[in-house]
């Protein structure tokens, strides 16, 4: 624009004459007249390649908002992104569990596995999962189905049992039990531990539920309440070995040798060929710093033992007790 020198009117550029007054106007700088000229030809040259930037622009944008949304959301999550299981989902199979290698003078100790009186027989991992056929029967008949299938390595159908047992008796402490051991068989710990507390709650004297429970708190390095349990179980039933064993072992690591070597030698007189317990026994008789007993142990040992680690256990206590003259 031009404004006028003598009514300050303003006038176009290239105005000669103020339109108001007739004054005549002075001439433009070039420099302004190439600036207004620029400036309309950028305006004019805004289209469909800036349109175009700009859109990329803000797709950047959006994904970066994006990208931060996902951090916070698998902040909140602890990035795992699951549906939650329950306690009556679907047995799956179990990974393999190895069996920790006893080393000399240092022998780690295991809690007997439960044998066949009231328990669901160990087996592998099964080939399939069937149903059960809708059918009528007592608690007790559903309870040996359970045991049945779980011995054809149905745990799935051997679980469904077991809970069309609790639909017809919700006290049936028998198969809280079973539920228990195929928990414990499938590495649920907490929900074992759970099941077999209900079979306590019911039949509190259901003496292979002590024992396992009893177990479950040994391994959980819960010793005082493992060995009030096994105190139990041997109180009800004292013909059982595993039971002595396995109080015996809760008082050797109690470093209470005296009374795991009363347990061990219980244990040995009603199960006289297992290697195990003449195992911990003379691990007992050494820190007794009983040489001769202990060697007849370690004897026994070689005598019934076929497993290798523990017969090269006795071979080499054997002779380090023959070297000490």
Same mark, same amino acid.
């Given at each position: 624009m031009i404004v006028c020198p003598a009514c300050h009117a303003e006038n176009p550029d290239g105005t000669k004459i103020c339109v108001k007054c007739g004054t005549e106007l002075p001439k433009a700088p070039a420099g302004?007249? !190439? @600036?207004?000229?620029?400036?309309?030809?950028? /305006?004019?040259?805004? %289209? =469909?390649?800036? $349109?175009?930037?700009?859109?990329?622009?803000a797709l950047w944008l959006l994904f970066i908002l994006l990208l931060v949304?996902?951090?916070?959301?698998?902040?909140?999550? &602890?990035?795992?992104?699951?549906?939650?299981?329950?306690?009556? *989902? @679907?047995?799956?199979?179990?990974?393999?569990? /190895?069996?920790? !290698?006893?080393?000399? /003078?240092?022998?780690?100790?295991?809690? #007997?596995?439960? @044998?066949?009186? #009231?328990?669901?027989?160990?087996?592998?991992?099964? #080939?399939n999962l069937e149903k059960p056929p809708v059918e009528l029967g007592s608690p007790d008949l559903f309870y040996q189905k359970a045991r049945k299938q779980y011995?054809?390595?149905?745990? &799935?159908?051997?679980?469904?049992?077991?809970?069309?047992?609790?639909?017809?008796?919700?006290?049936?402490?028998?198969?809280?039990? %079973?539920?228990g051991y195929l928990y414990s068989r499938f590495s649920m710990q907490d929900a *074992?531990?759970? $099941?077999?507390?209900?079979?306590?709650?019911f039949d509190p004297?259901?003496?292979?539920?002590?024992?396992?429970?009893? $177990?479950?708190?040994?391994?959980?390095?819960?010793?005082?309440?493992? &060995?009030?349990?096994? &105190?139990k179980a041997v109180s009800l039933d004292g013909q059982n070995a595993d039971f002595e064993?396995?109080?015996?072992?809760?008082?050797?690591d109690e470093n209470r040798p005296d009374d795991a070597l009363e347990a061990f030698q219980k244990a040995s007189a009603l199960r006289p060929d297992d290697a195990? =317990?003449?195992?911990?026994?003379?691990?007992?008789y050494e820190k007794l710093g009983k040489k001769q007993d202990a060697e007849d142990a370690w004897q026994k040992v070689q005598k019934f033992s076929s497993d290798p680690t523990m017969l090269q256990q006795a071979k080499t206590h054997l002779d380090f007790l023959n070297s000490q003259g």
């Open positions: 302004a007249a !190439v @600036k207004a000229k620029t400036q309309e030809a950028n /305006r004019k040259k805004f %289209g =469909i390649t800036d $349109m175009g930037r700009d859109l990329v622009d949304g996902l951090f916070f959301f698998g902040e909140a999550t &602890q990035w795992t992104f699951r549906f939650a299981e329950t306690e009556e *989902a @679907k047995i799956v199979q179990p990974s393999v569990t /190895r069996v920790p !290698v006893r080393h000399p /003078r240092h022998a780690s100790r295991r809690i #007997a596995p439960k @044998k066949e009186k #009231a328990t669901l027989v160990e087996a592998p991992p099964p #080939a011995d054809s390595r149905h745990y &799935q159908t051997s679980f469904d049992y077991l809970k069309k047992a609790l639909e017809l008796d919700p006290t049936y402490a028998k198969a809280y039990f %079973g539920l *074992a531990v759970r $099941m077999y507390e209900m079979s306590l709650r004297n259901h003496v292979d539920s002590i024992n396992n429970l009893a $177990m479950m708190y040994y391994h959980a390095g819960n010793y005082d309440d493992a &060995q009030a349990l096994f &105190q064993y396995n109080l015996g072992s809760v008082y050797l195990a =317990i003449y195992n911990d026994m003379a691990l007992t």
